[in-house]
Nanobody, 121 residues
Framework: QVQLVESGGGLVQAGGSLRLSCAAS????????MSWYRQAPGKQQELVAT???????NYADSVKGRFTISRDNAKNTVYLQMNSRKPEDTAVYYC???????????????WGQGTQVTVSS
């Protein structure tokens, strides 16, 4: 079994900072891409940021310059540092990882349970 567990969500004032963490645990041989998605009430899910196994990153235009994604491969953990928060960043944030459970297995997609982030104006 593989689990992704997010932490760090909560309430923050506009302009403030927050860091989300997502730790993968279980039977893991390797982790390829890791990403953060978010879904606000009444809106479609949005890809916020991605970091590849090699460390390359991509961001949604709406968060470029404000959010930073990083990973600690030794801990199988991905982070999302969110600075200069805006009320429109309010959403449930989901962690995603592309994981190979053992050397001969194919990669599969795994999701965290989601963590609520609320930005007050």
């Amino acid at each position: 079994q593989v689990q992704l567990v997010e932490s760090g969500g909560g309430l923050v004032q506009a302009g403030g900072s927050l860091r989300l963490s997502c730790a993968a645990s279980g039977t893991i041989f390797s982790i390829n891409a890791m990403s953060w998605y978010r879904q606000a009430p009444g809106k479609q899910q949005e890809l916020v940021a991605t970091i590849t196994g090699g460390g390359s990153t991509n961001y949604a235009d709406s968060v470029k310059g404000r959010f930073t994604i990083s990973r600690d491969n030794a801990k199988n953990t991905v982070y999302l540092q969110m600075n200069s928060r805006k009320p429109e960043d309010t959403a449930v944030y989901y962690c995603y990882a592309r994981i190979r459970k053992w050397i001969a297995a194919s990669e599969n997609d795994y999701w965290g349970q989601g963590t609520q982030v609320t930005v007050s104006s």
